[in-house]
């Protein structure tokens, strides 16, 4: 129940793994990166440092981060083939899968990164997938609205050029909010890593078969995109329109998410290991009040949300089974009040996540693990004999 694994002896790569990147403890709900915990990072530390440290185990002086700035900037021009596959996809579709395909898309303009055999050639596949990714996410937008594509600007940091690569049109150039930055800043911290959830497993597990970065990467955001995963923060957003749409009542939503009858879930409440508050979740309910008082933003959306909690909370059923607000539940209300289009919800947690899958595919690769094989318990027929047709 809490996710606690063995590792098993008689099977190497069995489906566990042992890691020195992300610890967490579901029941006492603490989450540390590299042995640093979430709260003081969240607060003292920037963006990059983060992803610096989850990569390479340290956080970084001041050198060595600019040097690891400087050399994602090589990396932030994406081929311009690459459009042409940007445009094969309808206007509507679905902005992660549009990122999935075009991570995938990079290793066939970038063969060189598919096998890293030295120190080096893995840092250039880390810079390469860190610059690039961040470009052709924001592209997944710009289709969708019809505008044309921006590009990175190597004069502004990394948090602020994805605000102007989203929303920079040629006849107004974007005017920054520095709250803004300070704030997704923040949020891409929290999201950073996880250990081993769904869409990073998913990540160690391609990349054990030597499949390459931006194919493990794209395989990443394929398994994030589910609404039970990085989906929920989409899903979330949507469940509170409809609350709020259908007069507010959360008792309502909170019965229906108890009965068994009903698919409904609670989105952005449970956790497969934490039995206790996400500290994430506990630090983006604070930011949320502090972003939307900065920017003036008065959401109905965020107090139905606290109504939602505190009925939830104080309910037998959700007490009993330990389930508490997770990092998704908070996070959308926040991104709503930042302009940010709710269908581009779980691209950003992809952005965010996207340090932590990189230092997990690099741990697993230099560590030369074997390729990933789950085991089974098998549960179907016993051995038994071919039967004619005519005799079934
Ligand atoms: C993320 O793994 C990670 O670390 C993921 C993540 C990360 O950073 O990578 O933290 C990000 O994915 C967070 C989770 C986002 N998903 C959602 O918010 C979707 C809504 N939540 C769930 O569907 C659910 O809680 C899961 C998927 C997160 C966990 O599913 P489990 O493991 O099946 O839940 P469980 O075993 O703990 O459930 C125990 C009971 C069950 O009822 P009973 O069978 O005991 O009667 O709790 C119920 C569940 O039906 N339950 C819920 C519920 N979540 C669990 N009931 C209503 N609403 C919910 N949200």
Redesign the pocket.
């Known amino acids: 129940a809490t996710g606690a694994i063995t590792l098993d002896p008689g099977y190497k790569n069995s489906g566990s793994c042992k890691s020195e990147i992300t610890f967490l403890d579901g029941e006492e709900g603490i989450l540390r990166y590299r042995g640093y915990s979430i709260e003081d990072l969240a607060d003292k530390a920037d963006f990059l440092e983060v992803a610096y440290l989850l990569i390479f185990g340290e956080l970084p002086n001041q050198a060595q981060l600019d040097k690891f700035e400087n050399d994602i900037r090589k990396h932030t021009l994406v081929n311009e083939e690459m459009k042409s596959i940007l445009e094969g996809f309808p206007k509507t579709a679905h902005p992660m899968g549009v990122l999935s395909s075009l991570t995938s898309a990079l290793t066939a303009f970038n063969p060189k990164s598919v096998n890293v055999e030295n120190e080096k050639e893995m840092y250039d596949a880390v810079c390469k997938t860190m610059g690039k990714f961040l470009v052709i996410a924001t592209w997944t937008y710009r289709r969708r609205m019809g505008f044309p594509l921006n590009y990175y600007d190597n004069t502004k940091g990394y948090v602020e050029n994805f605000m102007r690569l989203m929303f920079e049109i040629p006849t107004q150039p974007y005017k920054m909010d520095q709250k803004i930055v300070d704030a997704l800043d923040k949020l891409f911290i929290l999201?950073a890593d996880?250990?081993q959830?769904?869409?990073?497993s998913t990540v160690r597990i391609v990349g054990s078969s030597h499949a390459g970065l931006f194919a493990s990467i794209s395989a990443g955001v394929s398994a994030l995109w589910g609404?039970?995963?990085?989906g929920?923060n989409q899903?979330v957003l949507e469940m509170l329109e409809e609350i709020n749409n259908n007069g507010g009542d959360v008792a309502k939503y909170v019965l229906k998410?108890?009965d068994?009858d009903d698919p409904f879930?609670?989105?952005?409440?449970?956790?497969?290991?934490y039995k206790n508050f996400?500290p994430r979740a506990t630090i983006i309910k604070k930011a949320a009040d502090d972003v939307l008082d900065a920017l003036g933003v008065d959401d109905p959306l965020l107090d139905i949300a606290k109504q939602l909690e505190k009925v939830a909370l104080e309910d037998e059923y959700f007490k009993s089974?330990n389930?508490y607000p997770?990092?998704?539940f908070y996070s959308g209300i926040i991104y709503r009040a930042m302009g940010i289009p709710v269908e581009m919800f779980t691209v950003l947690f992809a952005i965010g996540r996207l340090p932590g899958w990189i230092a997990q595919w690099k741990e697993m690769r230099t560590n030369k693990e074997p390729i990933g094989r789950p085991r089974q318990v098998y549960t179907g027929s016993p051995s038994r004999s071919f039967k004619e047709v005519n005799q079934r």
């Open positions: 999201h996880h250990e959830n769904c869409s990073t609404p039970l995963h990085g929920a899903a998410a108890k068994k879930r609670l989105m952005g409440f449970g956790h497969r290991v996400d089974r389930l997770n990092v998704d």
